[in-house]
């Protein structure tokens, strides 16, 4: 089990910058994929990055350069560092960890938090 919990979300203007966190309740070093995922209203839920627990880093392509996802292993936390926000990144930002138990793959999420890119 592995409960993950997001903060940092809030009203940005367009052009600014904000980051999210991710607390994890066991060491992400053991989690194989940590990733952070966003869901507009009346869309689906979509990657924006994810960092393996080899320290890979993958992002959503439209979202490279201007993304950057972190970890700090010794806190257990991953981050998510957004720049140059844009109204169309506003968004429910949910955190996932996807853990392999032999060749099964449990998944987690957190509860989301709310990123408004707004003037």
């Known amino acids: 089990q592995v409960q993950l919990v997001e903060s940092g979300g809030g009203l940005v203007q367009p052009g600014g910058s904000l980051t999210l966190s991710c607390a994890a309740s066991?060491?992400?070093?053991?989690?194989?994929?940590m990733g952070w995922y966003r869901q507009a209203p009346g869309k689906q839920r979509d990657l924006v990055a994810a960092?393996?627990?080899?320290?890979?880093?993958d992002y959503a392509d439209s979202l490279k350069g201007r993304f950057t996802i972190s970890r700090d292993i010794a806190k257990n936390t991953v981050n998510l560092h957004m720049n140059s926000l844009k109204p169309e990144d506003t968004a429910v930002y949910y955190c996932n960890a996807k853990h392999h138990v032999g060749v099964l793959e449990y998944d987690y999420w957190g509860q989301g938090t709310q990123v408004t890119v707004s003037s």
């Open positions: 066991r060491s992400i070093f053991s989690i194989n994929v």
């Open positions: 960092i393996t627990s080899g320290g890979n880093t």
